[in-house]
């Protein structure tokens, strides 16, 4: 027991030595620590000092160099501010210099300004009083004398101007005619479309005259009957075995005539066969009209038309203009545009398809109000035909100015067409009155002493007093008198204005 307390005494008598020994060694270690850190704070504040002290001295020294940088920079600018100081009072020196002789330059020319406004008023006295001496020289007024001073200015001008144009004139008629000659007359030796001239009635021919009674029927329901179903006239005359169909619509006379003659050729006439024949054959006919579209469109090169377009270019088949069938003129305007568009150098497809077009509104203007033209710019722009096309349409007859040189061509082509020797014929009445108007708009001139239309009014010949016209005035006579004709008169092709001046002597020997 006692040797237990005395172990634990001892343990815990060594557990207090060895804590004091750590604790002795610990205090010395962290006394040499504070003491190594001091020693590094100390020589830490030494370097400070000595580096602030570095750092004072390098920015005084830069202080001092940029104040003596400053002082010679202001040095110098107060020396060019004296420089300049010096120059401005140098010009100032100068503009006064030359101020002064302007201001004496002033005086001396308005003095010359009041000499030369005196001597400008004596001149005009002077001009008045010679005006007044030649006004009573003369014995005509100052405006009496301008205006035939003007007149005979007018008359020189005019002369010369004449003779000017008919210099121009005479050259551009040489070079065109001769370039314009050969490509009308390649496009024609190409174009060689057949001519058939129709009218507004068609006749049908009768086996015998005991089938006129037949096609009338008992108290006339036959004739009834074909009428009503066709929508044409049937004229039974004197006629020998003959019966004429008469209607403006050439459609419905030529379904009426082939059905007539279907039933003439059956025998059995009465009013159920007669409805029935007339159905048959306008699906005839409207094939026909298909067919005739779809040739028309197939010889002329022509694709990608709407099926409407190509219906109404048939029925050109059966429609005439002053005696010429209008879808073969269509067919021949197209080739004759194509022809001279290729010539020249123009779209050639848009030339052709103009020509061919351009008067597909006479297929139905009978049915409807307006100008086939407008009727037939309104169908194609319906059916999306192009800006160009419809422009060509539209401008064959001058309702527009032609835009495009396809549309030019169209309407030279449609004029060449028309005014071939047999192509159209028009009526007596029509025929008389276009050449009185042309021989009234040329006797409407002065100094015109006789007009004479000729050439079935494709030329007018007039003839002037050689007093009154002189050779140069005569082109500007004729140039005149061409306007006026385009102006006021609707006609085919193209009207020669042709002027003749002649001077006579006549005596008499006694």
Do not use: W
Request: net charge negative.
């Amino acid at each position: 027991m006692n040797y237990a307390i005395i172990g634990i005494v001892a343990i815990i008598i060594g557990g207090i030595g060895g804590f004091l020994y750590r604790k002795n060694v610990a205090e010395a270690k962290v006394k040499k620590a504070e003491d190594a850190v001091k020693l590094m704070i100390d020589e830490a504040t030494l370097k400070a000092k000595a580096m602030r002290k570095e750092t004072i001295l390098e920015a005084k020294e830069e202080v001092h160099k940029m104040r003596a940088d400053l002082e010679k920079e202001t040095k110098e600018r107060r020396g060019e501010l004296q420089r300049t100081e010096k120059r401005l009072v140098q010009k100032e020196e100068v503009l006064d210099k030359k101020l002064e002789g302007i201001n004496q330059k002033e005086v001396e020319i308005s003095e010359q300004y009041k000499e030369i406004e005196q001597r400008k008023k004596e001149a005009d006295d002077l001009f008045q009083k010679q005006l007044s001496e030649l006004e009573k020289i003369s014995e005509m007024t100052k405006e009496e004398a301008r205006n035939i001073f003007l007149q005979n200015i007018e008359k020189e001008s005019r002369y010369d101007a004449a003779l000017l144009v008919r210099q121009i004139e005479t050259e551009a008629r040489e070079e065109a005619e001769k370039k314009a000659r050969s490509i009308v007359s390649i496009a024609i030796q190409r174009c060689a479309a057949d001519q058939v001239s129709e009218a507004t009635v068609s006749v049908v021919a009768l086996p015998n005259d005991e089938m006129k009674g037949r096609i009338i029927g008992r108290e006339g329901r036959n004739i009834r009957a074909l009428e009503t179903a066709t929508g044409v006239d049937l004229i039974i005359d004197d006629t020998p075995e003959a019966v004429i169909l008469s209607s403006f619509d050439p459609v419905r006379r030529e379904i009426a005539r082939i059905a007539l003659e279907k039933l003439i050729l059956d025998g059995r006439i009465h009013p159920a066969g007669i409805e029935e024949m007339v159905a048959k054959v306008k699906k005839e006919v409207e094939h026909q009209i298909k067919e005739a579209g779809e040739q028309a469109l197939f010889d002329t090169g022509i694709h990608g038309v709407h099926p409407e377009i190509v219906r109404l270019l048939g029925r050109l088949k059966y429609r005439t203009s002053y005696g010429q069938n209008v879808l073969n003129h269509s067919i021949e305007v197209a080739r004759l545009a194509g022809a001279m568009a290729a010539e020249i150098g123009a779209n050639v497809s848009i030339a052709k398809r103009g020509g061919l077009l351009h008067d597909i509104g006479k297929s139905i203007d009978f049915e409807m109000e307006g100008s086939h033209v407008q009727i037939g710019v309104d169908y194609a722009k319906r059916y999306k035909e192009s800006k160009e096309v419809i422009h060509a349409i539209e401008a064959h007859h001058n309702d527009v100015e032609p835009q495009t040189v396809e549309a030019v061509l169209v309407q030279a082509a449609d004029a060449i067409s028309a005014a071939r020797p047999g192509a159209r014929r028009e009526t007596l009445k029509n025929y008389i009155k276009r050449l009185e108007s042309l021989e009234n708009i040329a006797s409407s001139f002065e100094g015109v002493e006789k007009s004479y239309a000729i050439q079935a009014g494709r030329e007018v010949r007039i003839v002037v007093s050689p007093d009154k016209v002189s050779d140069v005035e005569m082109t500007l006579l004729a140039k005149d008198v061409c306007k006026k004709i385009e102006a006021e008169m609707e006609y085919p092709g193209q009207i020669k204005v042709h002027v003749i001046r002649e001077t006579r002597a006549t005596d008499f020997a006694k």
